[in-house]
């Protein structure tokens, strides 16, 4: 069974192709813009993620390693969410991006230039490094 990844963007444009990339690399991909995009993909996708990638900047909303912070205390009550990786994933400078996810209690982060660099193998082999 494949896995699934849950996406927290707001900019649509590169949500949609972070989605076409990682379904042709044979994930199940549920995709949100917002906190209760987030709330509603979690709680109505088809099945638990086995990693959510936060976007930081997350425009007028909630930044997402706030977001993170927030849900990685609430999934204390899910039993369902306590194999879930919780992952930064931002365009921000790599160290930026390494003490925010040290801060919040993130597994890790990915940063969005691996999507493009060498047709995105980095980007995966670090996606699937969670996956282990």
């Not at 306590?82 to 991006?97: D, G, M, R, Y």
């Not at 597994?107 to 980095?122: C, M, N, R, V």
Request: aromatic share 10%.
């Amino acid at each position: 069974m494949p896995n699934t990844i849950l996406v927290i963007d707001d900019d649509r444009v590169f949500l949609e192709k972070t989605q076409q990339f990682l379904e042709k690399n044979g994930f199940l991909v549920e995709t949100a813009t917002s906190w209760v995009d987030f709330m509603n993909a979690y709680y109505g996708g088809p099945a638990t993620p086995d990693v959510i990638l936060f976007d930081i900047n997350l425009g007028a909303s909630i930044p997402g390693d706030k977001m993170l912070l927030v849900f990685k205390e609430a999934r204390k009550k899910l039993a369902t969410a306590q194999n879930t990786k919780l992952v930064l994933f931002s365009s921000l400078p790599e160290a930026e991006i390494q003490t925010r996810a040290q801060l919040c209690g993130a597994d890790g982060y990915i940063e969005k230039h691996l999507l493009t660099a060498q047709s995105g193998s980095a980007f995966l082999l670090k996606l699937r490094s969670f996956l282990k």
